[in-house]
């Protein structure tokens, strides 16, 4: 066995490696808007559950953009404006509008449309969703914490949106969902097997 330093490593190196060590990582499609209104859509994949009473999410936004003097994106400096956003489920089949919402453009650019993807209104927040979602969470900012060179962001679940053909017995069936999840470098992957395990 290879044991590294990480001492050792230049920090994109470390990136590369982790990132292909800890897979698949589930994908957070967010959806923000700025102050003035406009519309932001974009993938995070340090994403997950992090409490289910009461239900909170988060994703980390990593500060790598060249567009921002803080390197901070524009789903970040949004959440921090109106502490509204949604997290969509990524499925298989939007693998290509959501790896156009991965670019990065200037931040009036409404990636819904770069994406040509049609918006529908949230219940209780501002920002849009993704018009015929499988799932989404509705989610009003509950903490910002910044770690290494990302800030998390934590969400407290207001509504969760789920279409009913997925939903089996209160639960959303993965083999209806399809969903992506994101690998090393320019990796993606579906479910492939899925195996049922109880617990003792």
Same mark, same amino acid.
């Given at each position: 066995?290879?044991?590294?330093? *990480? ?6 190196? #470390? ?12 994908? %957070? ?12 859509? %974009? ?18 936004? #990593?500060?790598?953009?060249?567009? !921002?003097?803080?390197?901070?994106? !524009? ?8 502490? +509204? ?18 670019? +990065? *453009? ?11 993807? !049609? ?18 969470? +509705? ?7 910044? *770690? ?24 959303? !069936? ?27």
């Amino acid at each position: 066995m290879k044991s590294i330093s *990480v001492d050792e490593l230049a920090a994109k190196s #470390a990136a590369h490696l982790l990132n292909s060590i800890v897979i698949p990582r589930p994908i %957070a499609w967010v959806s923000s808007i700025d102050a003035a209104g406009t519309a932001n859509l %974009a993938p995070h994949s340090y994403f997950n559950a992090v409490s289910a009473d009461p239900p909170i999410v988060m994703f980390a936004s #990593a500060h790598s953009s060249q567009l !921002d003097p803080r390197g901070r994106k !524009d789903t970040l400096r949004n959440i921090e404006a109106t502490r +509204e956003f949604v997290v969509q489920i990524v499925s298989e089949e939007m693998i290509g509008p959501m790896n156009r919402t991965a670019a +990065e *453009v200037p931040s009036a650019t409404d990636e819904f449309e770069l994406a040509g993807l !049609d918006k529908c209104r949230s219940m209780s927040v501002r920002p849009p969703r993704i018009a015929g979602i499988g799932a989404a969470l +509705e989610c009003r900012l509950n903490r910002l914490l910044d *770690v290494g060179d990302a800030t998390v962001v934590f969400g407290d679940v207001l509504v969760i949106h789920v279409e009913e053909s997925l939903l089996q017995e209160g639960r959303v !069936d993965p083999d209806r969902l399809r969903p992506l999840g994101r690998l090393g470098g320019s990796n993606y992957a579906g479910l492939g097997q899925i195996i049922s395990l109880r617990r003792p």
